[in-house]
């Protein structure tokens, strides 16, 4: 294997798995036993029926809870877990290719679970702000999207991986500028959140009424978005 191709495969698999873990490995069993693309040793197992079959039945669990308001979130904390150090895993694997050591293949596992620690915590941060939307469209078409892209950027790693490495290094970037402003918005989530339960935990009166209630929730939602576009 080309060192680019090897490189992109070892940062591309990281990355998905951030984001998709059994997707990732979907994608890339099938092509690898389909003779589309040979995988490094560490990472021909992936084609095994037994894994594959293991990776489908998580995928389809994961398609249907990634899509409920809630649910979403405490599935992505429970994979925080999981997705990263299985991204760390296989870019040691993917480094393979480039036929070097186990110090830099240490390092690539180091880079890779750098990597799918910043794709997963990009989709985690994101989705506990799209659940404050009302709707459920928002959940669907997010989930949707972060399948399509994660099979499109696998594909792209392994087939034309300069135009992967460059769409990667702009990923970076924008993560690099949205991360804080997750973070911040989370915080005003948290804030909102402890302001409603504070409210809640005051003595009620007979006068209390829905409409009060509507308000104190109408209050928290501007609490939540106050201020967003202040550092």
Excluded: C
């Excluded at 979130?73 to 997705?83: K, P, S």
């Excluded at 594909?155 to 997750?182: E, Q, R, T």
């Excluded at 948290?190 to 929730?217: C, D, I, L, N």
Aim: charged share 15%; aromatic share 10%.
């Amino acid at each position: 294997m080309e060192a680019v191709h090897a490189i992109s495969l070892m940062l591309g698999v990281a990355w998905a798995s951030g984001i998709n873990l059994y997707a990732a490995i979907l994608v890339l069993g099938w092509m690898g036993s389909t003779g589309q693309v040979d995988l490094p040793p560490a990472l021909e197992v992936l084609t095994d029926p037994s894994v594959m079959l293991a990776a489908g039945l998580m995928y389809f669990i994961e398609f249907f809870a990634d899509k409920t308001p809630g649910v979403d979130t405490g599935w992505d904390a429970i994979h925080t877990f999981i997705r990263i150090p299985a991204g760390a895993i296989m870019a040691a694997g993917a480094a393979q290719g480039l036929d070097i050591g186990p110090a830099a293949e240490l390092v690539a596992g180091l880079l890779g679970g750098a990597l799918s620690a910043t794709s997963h915590l990009t989709k985690a941060g994101t989705r506990v702000l799209i659940n404050t939307s009302p709707e459920p469209v928002t959940n669907w078409t997010a989930s949707i999207t972060e399948d399509i892209v994660v099979v499109g950027g696998l594909w792209a790693s392994l087939n034309h991986p300069w135009w992967f490495l460059a769409a990667l290094a702009l990923f970076l970037l924008l993560v690099a500028w949205l991360l804080p402003k997750i973070w911040r918005a989370i915080k005003r989530l948290v804030s909102a959140v402890k302001g409603w339960f504070r409210r809640e935990a005051e003595p009620t009166t007979p006068h209390s009424t829905a409409q009060e209630f509507q308000q104190r929730r109408r209050n928290v939602l501007k609490a939540l978005y106050h201020d967003a576009n202040k550092p």
